[in-house]
């Protein structure tokens, strides 16, 4: 999902100036905007983000920024009348959409607060930070049209925020302690490839019996479908794989793990190709960690999260066994938040197994350690607190004996 390439359009000394409209989530530019500075008020901005007014800042940028938090606060205070009278539980599934759709208001009215950059991304405000270089890390992998160059634009603060934030993760790193190394290995997550910093799933892939080598063979090949950082295919190579094939549909995500991989020194052991799920061929171990939630994203970021009507997930359960080889194993990392959220059964979830002549050999699992899960003030915290993630080994079903 590449940034929306519409314009954005305002009067400005009584000019008609326009702009490159950018936006992560694709949403279409404000239909009216206008010039804002130190002089407006907290409540004045949030009635006319609510009401859908772009306010293009010209005042101090952190100013900017103490605006856009005194925003948030508003949209976080819960109405008096709404606290005396206490809302009705509503089923967890419905929780989920009322609290997807919050969200989504809270990101439309915060993001009226609008930044305007020239051609190299500087941006002309007082206090402003170097923004240039995160904002070419950015968008120059996801930008492929010519036209943008030397064309100045304009794009939410929030959304700069985000990516001079992901610039610093990506500049420091996350530890994974499972690669090893001394010191330890890090991963450095690019902007809009989701970041490992949830564990669990990687101890378990770090834990898991590795299936023996094809008959002739001393070695194993591995494909890692959907890599993303490229976290998991490194982690496999640790582990004594011989070679891996990584696979990505995202630009961000396969220049992020090609960045990985070279930082590791694992060139050699790790291939990594533009493919919708399987490459060609067969491979003794397939590692997939799809999206958990099947629901559409809404940005770019949100793809590792949401996956629309299950079809990364049910992609993977279709295809696996035509690219096992004999003996292998493909290995489905899977949170059941989405059974906690009434978004999908274990039944279905079995059913697709079988349906797809697949059988389960094992399954590990374990529980969610990140700070979500011990926050009572969540809106699913309900969820949450029970969620596990499992690492679920699959194989081929054996074909039925023949009768005599």
């Not at 130190?38 to 005042?59: N, P, V």
């Not at 059964?345 to 197994?353: G, H, I, K, P, Y």
Request: one cysteine or more; charged letters at 20%; proline letters at 6%.
């Amino acid at each position: 999902m590449t940034p929306s390439s519409s314009h954005v359009h305002w009067t400005e000394a009584d000019q008609a100036r326009t702009a490159l409209w950018r936006s992560e989530r694709g949403s279409a530019p404000p239909q009216r905007v206008v010039l804002a500075d130190d002089t407006l008020s907290a409540d004045d901005a949030y009635h006319l983000a609510c009401g859908g007014t772009g306010l293009l800042w010209r005042g101090d940028f952190h100013n900017a920024r103490h605006l856009l938090e005194a925003m948030a606060r508003r949209i976080d205070q819960v109405p008096k009348r709404k606290r005396i009278k206490a809302t009705p539980p509503v089923p967890i599934s419905q929780a989920f959409n009322q609290h997807r759709q919050a969200q989504a208001q809270r990101a439309r009215i915060l993001g009226m607060v609008l930044i305007e950059l020239d051609a190299d991304y500087q941006v002309a405000l007082r206090r402003a930070p170097k923004v240039s270089a995160a904002c070419h890390e950015a968008w120059d992998t996801a930008d492929q049209n010519p036209s943008h160059a030397g064309e100045a634009s304009v794009v939410s603060l929030r959304e700069l925020l985000g990516i001079t934030s992901a610039s610093e993760w990506r500049r420091v790193g996350v530890e994974i302690a499972a690669l090893g190394g001394e010191p330890v290995a890090r991963i450095h997550p690019h902007y809009a490839v989701f970041s490992p910093v949830r564990g669990e799933y990687i101890g378990l892939v770090a834990s898991a019996h590795l299936p023996k080598p094809p008959k002739g063979q001393t070695g194993l090949t591995a494909f890692d479908i959907g890599t993303g950082t490229g976290v998991l295919a490194a982690l496999l190579v640790r582990r004594g794989i011989e070679h891996v094939v990584a696979t990505d549909t995202e630009p961000r995500a396969l220049a992020c793990a090609q960045d990985n991989i070279t930082r590791l020194g694992l060139q050699a052991q790790i291939s990594l190709q533009a493919a919708d799920l399987f490459p060609e061929g067969v491979a003794s171990l397939i590692v997939c960690n799809p999206p958990w939630l099947p629901a559409r994203p809404g940005s770019a970021l949100e793809r590792a999260v949401y996956d629309d009507n299950g079809q990364m997930l049910h992609g993977f359960l279709t295809g696996l066994s035509q690219h096992l080889a004999p003996g292998g194993e493909g290995w489905l990392i899977l949170s059941n938040l989405a059974e906690l959220l009434g978004l999908r059964t274990r039944e279905a979830l079995l059913a697709a197994f079988e349906q797809n002549s697949l059988r389960v050999v094992s399954r590990i699992d374990a529980k969610a350690a990140h700070p979500k899960a011990q926050d009572s003030t969540d809106a699913l915290h309900a969820a949450r607190a029970n969620e596990v993630t499992s690492l679920w080994r699959l194989a081929a079903q054996k074909p039925a004996p023949a009768k005599a």
